[in-house]
């Protein structure tokens, strides 16, 4: 999602941290999940693959929906704790898709102070691209008057 | 078809295919990489035609082919086949986009207003020859504005419709499952809308170009305005395994409606949109969908007409096969060739019946 909320809560719900974790540094999403994997025990990976989701488009002039094309996602999906963890980020990243599984995870059981932390962290980092790319946008604003 | 055998060939084709490889070089990701940050607009024209959003993918398919635009597309497409389809994302809506680009040629004021975002529209074509020289291009930096552009940008088309400008058909809700899908089921015709727009996003730039540029000549029904072009992002919507639908990451799409005057009285809208930044293409698509209503059979705004001659894997297909030995087929026009002179020869006063030759 497009976050520009200057406060980010402490605990996001579950689409928003997903949301978060799939845009999330990759390096320092794979430290986070390393620091976690200990406190999970065994994993049992479900799944890891690159794979193909259909993106569906609304057209604008008669409210079709029709297949704009696929595109290529990295997917894992884990099981430990008694609880189960997925992740799915768009590329062919295999290690940040389960970086984000053993994360989602982790996070079911109780986002702890540490995944909070890191969860502000990425969203103010996230927030601030977002908002310098937009500003670049806006400078490209265009007031046209006709003679 | 009449196709032939033949034999010995096999030491030629290896060398030429090591001929054709060895002009291009080592091949690392280093060159990839390379392609993939220079060439941005190039990727998004190859990720829309193969269809696949990946832009290393992209751009090894060009490192590979050379810059063969239909054989990197060619590379793509038969690449997908080898990934499973894991899902359908929630349906991408106009108002959600990410917008970078925003602008409208019909209106001046329109809703959220007008937004260049990037683009070489009003720039003077020069070529940097100084680069050759040794003076590098340095591009000047963007002097931000003071407050962001906001993120998402309303429809123009939903204010029209509101405005009772443009007809608002009702709309059949369709779960993601049951859209009609062309790489599942093959295109018929008169085609789905969806099954249309679907080719339309996959078709061939430059086959768009051509057929949609005869429309906008007037070879066509109706002279398009651009009422909305926009360059933009969309979330990749997914479902968690406990439900929880989520943004997995973005991708570049661009999408155009071009209007014209109906004869109802209503302005009428043409709509198109790709994966990738693709002015071009999506203005010719939606230039195409525009006039396709009644167009007489076998004109280029006629569907299927378009349709089938922009489909860039089978078109270059057909064209390039045509390189291959097609020996019985020539032999046998030659015979037909030499059978008509030989008949006509002791008759000169006589024209020879044309024969009918087929390949």
Known sequence: MFDTRKDVQPVLDHADLLGLLARADAARLAALAERLLPALGAIEVVQSRTGLVMLPMRDTVQGTDFHLGEVLVAEAHIRAAGTEGYGMIVGRDLERAMAMAVVDAAASLGQTAEISAFVQHEAQEIAAADTARLREIEATRVSMETF | MAYVATRGGER????????????????????????RQTLPMLIDRVMGEASLYEPDLAALALAQSGGDLYEAVLLLRAWRTTQP????????????????RRISAAFKDIPGGQILGPSLDYSH???????????????????????????????LAAWQKAQGLVADPPRAEVAPDDIPDLTREPLLFPAARAHTLQSLARADTGGMLALGYSAMRGYGN???????????EAELRVRHPRGT?????????????????????????????TLGWNEVKVISGATLDL???????????????????????????????????????????????RGARGAAAPIPEQAPEPEEVTA
């Open chain 2, 12 to 35: 030629a084709i290896e060398q030429s295919e090591r001929l054709y490889r060895a002009e291009l070089g080592r091949i690392d990701a280093a060159r990839v990489t390379a392609v």
């Open chain 2, 85 to 100: 389809r894991l899902g359908i994302a929630e349906p991408v809506e106009q108002e959600q986009l990410v917008t970078h």
């Open chain 2, 125 to 155: 074509r020069l070529l940097a020859t100084g680069v050759l020289q040794g003076h590098p291009f340095e591009p000047r930096p963007v002097e931000p504005a003071a407050t962001p552009a906001p993120a998402r940008q309303p429809s």
């Open chain 2, 222 to 232: 109706a002279h398009p305005t651009v009422n909305e072009l926009r360059l933009a």
């Open chain 2, 245 to 273: 639908v989520f943004s997995a990451g973005r991708v570049k799409v661009s999408q155009a409606e071009v209007m014209a005057k109906g004869k109802s009285g209503l302005l009428e809208l043409g709509f198109c949109a």
């Open chain 2, 291 to 337: 006039n396709a209503p009644g167009a007489a059979k076998g004109s280029p705004v006629e569907e299927e007409f378009f349709l089938y001659h922009t489909e860039p894997v089978e078109a270059s297909g057909f064209c390039i096969h045509f390189k291959l030995p097609h020996y019985v087929t020539f032999q046998s026009s030659l015979d037909a060739l």
